[in-house]
């Protein structure tokens, strides 16, 4: 002999509402990556323009100098550069970029320190380094990509970089 117990749930406090009134919740939808940013800071991004030079040596950085600065991020599959840069940017408070062609307003010049070789100014830009994480869902609720990294992204604001 087989026993069925049917137990109906009812009352239990959950609220009605209409299909139209539910946000979908992005986890669930299907519809891209959570991307989740933290322990976010300050920090100088090297450029591609340097002048190079030994003790006594006057390196100048003229009004007008360009230089390239790039983003640290590596992602793969469904989770994109630019949708990780977009999210540090929400959570920095400032606009950060994959890349960005950084102009010098002013000229700058600075001496090697006598005794010195090898040294170096540079033109790069401010940036903000980052940790990330991002989780993706399908339609069923079921993780289907997991990613993160520690990550540095240039704001388009130049910076001078000098080694010594």
């Known amino acids: 002999m087989t026993t069925v117990l049917a137990v109906a749930m009812t009352g239990l406090g959950v609220s009605s509402a209409n299909a139209s009134d539910v946000t979908p919740n992005s986890e669930c939808s299907g519809s891209g990556p959570?991307?989740?940013v933290s322990n976010v800071a300050t920090t100088y991004v090297p450029g591609t323009f340097r002048a190079y030079g030994d003790g006594g040596?006057?390196?100048t950085i003229s009004a007008g100098q360009t230089s390239e600065v790039?983003?640290?991020?590596s992602t793969s599959g469904s989770v994109s550069v630019g949708s990780v840069i977009a999210q540090a940017s929400v959570t920095a408070g400032v606009t950060l970029g994959e890349?960005?062609?950084v102009t010098q307003s002013a000229s700058g010049s600075y001496t090697v320190?006598?005794?010195l070789t090898g040294q170096y100014i540079e033109?790069?830009?401010a940036g903000?380094?980052?940790?990330?994480?991002?989780t993706t869902y399908n339609s069923g609720c079921v993780v289907t990509d997991q990613?993160?990294?520690?990550?540095?992204a240039p704001t388009n604001s130049p910076y001078f970089y000098k080694s010594w």
Do not use: E, K, M, N
């Not at 903000?128 to 991002?134: G, L, V």
């Open 34 to 36: 959570d991307i989740a």
């Open 57 to 59: 040596a006057t390196l």
């Open 70 to 73: 790039h983003s640290d991020v």
């Open 99 to 101: 890349s960005y062609s």
């Open 113 to 115: 320190p006598d005794g």
């Open 123 to 125: 033109l790069g830009a």
């Open 128 to 134: 903000r380094s980052f940790t990330w994480s991002a």
């Open 147 to 152: 990613q993160s990294g520690s990550s540095v």
